[in-house]
């Protein structure tokens, strides 16, 4: 049974590497008050655009919800970090709060309309959407490492996990048969490290996350594959 409690993890159930989400790039947005040099995220199917900088006058920064090139909303934010767009075009932003500080702040818009403002007391290392824009998911750095996800409609927090020996990266959601499983690694450009399902549960593990969990754990989620 050791030998093969010892087998490599079968591989990650539903993960495409091409939906993780890219690193922004940049681009300039024309608008009638004159060009705004932004970084840019695309939705997985690639027709919304969140765009968000300052304008080339030195002006207050602005982010722009953007669908099929055509400019569909405009917020003003205040230092923007990151950001996420999901397929219907419910978008997150993450601001920082200052210098010195290390809290940020989420705020999500559905259908334009702000509908979530929350200040995380934590360095946020990334944020991504749900395709069809339920659920919102925030990774923080150490020494709060952690994975939250939020419902943009209410704001409140329907799960958060604390991965072990882990500073969390949000590789994106992906479909596996009916269930939306998010993706979460342990450094940028790492491999999935673990998936987490709509209830916060972790439904698969990579080598490096099972080595982290008791024993006990490890030879249940055997029996369980077994299954």
């Known amino acids: 049974m050791l030998d093969r409690l010892r087998r490599r993890t079968p591989d990650p159930p539903g993960f495409d590497p091409t939906r993780v ?3 922004p790039r940049e681009t300039t947005v024309k608008t009638d008050d004159g060009p705004v040099r932004c970084h840019a995220v695309d939705s997985s199917d690639g027709r919304w655009t969140l765009a968000y900088g300052r304008p080339a006058d030195g002006g207050a920064s602005v982010a722009f919800r953007i669908r099929d090139g055509e400019i569909v909303d405009r917020f003003e934010t205040t230092r923007p970090a990151a950001g996420a767009v999901a397929d219907d075009g419910t978008v997150a932003l993450v601001e920082r709060l200052g210098s010195n500080t290390t809290a940020t702040r989420l705020q999500a818009f559905v259908d334009g309309r702000q509908t979530l403002v929350r200040t995380v007391e934590a360095t946020v290392s990334g944020v991504v959407v749900a395709p069809n824009g339920g659920i919102v998911a ?59 399902d709509a209830d916060g ?18 030879v249940r989620g055997w029996f369980d594959r077994g299954k």
């Open 138 to 196: 925030v990774t923080t750095r150490h020494p709060d490492a952690s994975v939250r996800a939020l419902d943009p409609e209410t704001g409140t927090v329907a799960w958060s996990l604390t991965p072990r020996r882990a500073t969390p990266i949000p590789l994106g959601f992906h479909a596996d048969g009916d269930r939306v499983l998010l993706y979460v690694a342990r450094e940028r450009r790492d491999e999935p490290y673990v998936a987490i």
């Open 21 to 23: 989400p890219e690193d």
């Open 201 to 218: 549960e972790v439904v698969w593990g990579n080598e490096r996350y099972r080595s982290t969990q008791p024993f006990s754990a490890r």
